[in-house]
């Protein structure tokens, strides 16, 4: 029987089947359960795990930084992705900034022209 066809039959067992097909081949159901939740518990620590490497992948992607296999932990490798994030949004931030004390000088300017042109009148006489 495939894999396919034994995981369909499984499926449609109820658990009360299950239960006596365990007992009727002579195994502990304790022991079935726990070695049953032990193998999910890998198998989803491997799909995380893939999660993960996708993620990261894509992170450096972003970054424009290399996805290159490098000699040290996946750990490592997410701190420097982290860091060169945290130095671009810094570096955007700052710019902001710039730009935005840049537009406030802008401000302060048209204000005190126009302030000038209201004392002094258009043709720069004196307004009375």
Same mark, same amino acid.
């Given at each position: 029987m495939s894999n396919d066809a034994e995981v369909d039959r499984i499926m449609s067992l109820s658990d009360e089947e299950i239960l006596a097909e365990i007992k009727e081949r002579g195994l502990d159901p304790k022991e079935? =359960? *726990?070695?049953?939740?032990?193998?999910? #518990?890998?198998? !989803?620590?491997?799909?995380? =795990? *893939?999660?993960?490497?996708?993620?990261? #992948?894509?992170? !450096?992607?972003?970054?424009?930084?290399?996805?290159?296999?490098?000699?040290y932990s996946p750990h490592r490798v997410f701190q420097e992705a982290l860091t060169e994030m945290k130095l671009q949004l810094g570096e955007r931030s700052f710019l902001r900034r710039q730009l935005s004390i840049a537009n406030g000088m802008i401000d302060e300017l048209k204000k005190s022209a126009e302030a000038s042109v209201t004392l002094t009148g258009k043709d720069g006489s004196a307004a009375s």
């Amino acid at each position: 029987m495939s894999n396919d066809a034994e995981v369909d039959r499984i499926m449609s067992l109820s658990d009360e089947e299950i239960l006596a097909e365990i007992k009727e081949r002579g195994l502990d159901p304790k022991e079935v =359960a *726990d070695r049953g939740r032990a193998a999910f #518990r890998r198998a !989803l620590a491997q799909v995380d =795990a *893939d999660d993960v490497q996708e993620d990261l #992948r894509q992170m !450096l992607e972003a970054l424009g930084m290399s996805g290159h296999a490098r000699p040290y932990s996946p750990h490592r490798v997410f701190q420097e992705a982290l860091t060169e994030m945290k130095l671009q949004l810094g570096e955007r931030s700052f710019l902001r900034r710039q730009l935005s004390i840049a537009n406030g000088m802008i401000d302060e300017l048209k204000k005190s022209a126009e302030a000038s042109v209201t004392l002094t009148g258009k043709d720069g006489s004196a307004a009375s």
